[in-house]
């Protein structure tokens, strides 16, 4: 080869390499350092180590060893439906997080439960300390269907930022009455016939819904799972938290001890009340659950409950919220609470919500506040910027 050709084309081989490097190198290696995050700032933008915002909405967070793995909904620029899957980031501070990627990734396989395209929504993960074995339960809505198939879907994973395996998807406890269902409700709900309740939201109809109309509709095909968490108790037994009979009433379903399946035993909580969202914690032996109303996208007041066994009778209280658009929680819709350990912190309890932005999904943005008591009872003030403390 003409030697001055040679030359040529080994430097313009030399300026691809390094633009290679300077592209596929994250921000902070750049010499464009990224700034350290050094305070919760709710409602705007979150940056990651690369500088892009957290994309993890709907989420919740476990920690594991010393590391916190905050679980999410990937949210494209132009659609809320599942294009990429659930995805993870890691953090020792909570404040400056990893991309870890995609944790569980929706497929193209024509059909799949997960297939690209779906709505996989408030995805969750608890650790199994007896399987070791990390445990992902979602809301999952089949490809086409709207909010229609209202299931819950499960995966797992040998590590916490996995890949995920997909497992299943259904509805819940089919077949099984709620725990509280004795001879006198039972008797009630011999008498319940859809056919009379022709018109909703009446008086009549609103008793039967919280009589059991939708549990005994749903008896056989299982009972509809939407919004939901996950809930580990102190002696390692855990619950799905889930909306379900139209979203109308709640459900807590005791989990197998490999966390994979309901056992069978569950319980309905606020009947017809409507709550959405639902976030719990157990403080001092008293389970609190803070939900939101059903209003889409759009925010809501936010509502607490509490309850001294998992099993109820839950206790409704007024908004906990308080300060600036205390009414509409701050513009976001709960999604879990983080217990984190106490001392040197201003608050053991982080209460977790997202500002969806339905028409840029991607930009949606993330609420995190201390939970705080007063009288006893959990209060969330709005701060524009608070530090954990660690
Ligand atoms: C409210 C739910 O909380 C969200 O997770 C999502 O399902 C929207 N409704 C959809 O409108």
Not at 128 to 155: P, S
Not at 209 to 218: E, S, Y
Not at 247 to 274: K, S, V
């Amino acid at each position: 080869m003409d030697p001055k050709i040679m030359k040529h084309t080994k430097s313009l081989v030399n300026i691809a390499l390094w633009l290679m490097v300077f592209i596929t190198l994250p921000t902070g290696v750049c010499g464009q350092e990224q700034k350290k995050v050094s305070a919760i700032r709710s409602g705007e933008l979150w940056p990651d180590e690369n500088g892009q915002h957290i994309n993890a909405h709907g989420g919740g967070v476990l920690k594991y060893g010393d590391t916190y793995f905050w679980f999410g909904e990937h949210k494209a620029e132009h659609t809320s439906n599942a294009l990429v899957g659930v995805t993870c980031y890691a953090s020792e501070d909570l404040l400056n997080w990893r991309n870890c990627g995609v944790a569980l990734s929706v497929t193209d396989e024509r059909g799949h439960d997960i297939e690209r395209g779906c709505i996989l929504e408030r995805p969750k993960v608890i650790y199994n300390q007896v399987t070791k074995k990390f445990c992902m339960w979602f809301h999952l809505e089949l490809k086409g269907r709207g909010y229609n198939a209202a299931r819950f879907g499960v995966a797992v994973a040998d590590c916490p930022e996995g890949p995920y395996k997909f497992l299943y998807s259904q509805r819940a406890n089919a077949g099984m009455w709620p725990i509280e269902f004795g001879e006198q409700e039972m008797a009630v709900i011999d008498t319940l016939d859809g056919a009379n309740y022709k018109e909703e939201w009446t008086p009549a109809w609103l008793k039967a819904v919280a009589q059991g109309l939708f549990v005994k509709r749903d008896f056989g095909t299982g009972q509809m799972s939407r919004d939901m968490t996950l809930f580990v108790d102190d002696d390692g037994k855990a619950y799905h938290i889930f909306s379900s009979e139209e979203n109308l009433t709640l459900h807590i379903a005791e989990l197998t001890d490999d966390y994979l399946h309901h056992t069978g035993r569950y319980t309905r909580i606020a009947p017809a009340g409507h709550n959405e969202a639902p976030a719990i914690f157990k403080h001092e032996g008293t389970y609190w659950m803070i939900t939101s109303g059903c209003t889409g996208w759009a925010p809501n007041e936010a509502r607490m409950f509490s309850a001294s066994s998992i099993w109820g009778p839950w206790t409704q209280h007024p908004n906990p919220c308080r300060g600036p658009k205390a009414e509409i929680t701050f513009g976001g819709q709960s999604t879990f609470v983080l217990a984190i350990d106490p001392s040197p912190l201003t608050s053991k309890y982080i209460f977790m919500a997202d500002i969806w932005r339905p028409r840029h999904p991607i930009d949606a943005r993330y609420i995190w506040l201390p939970i705080e008591f007063e009288d006893g009872k959990p209060v969330i003030h709005w701060r524009d910027e608070w530090e954990i403390g660690f």
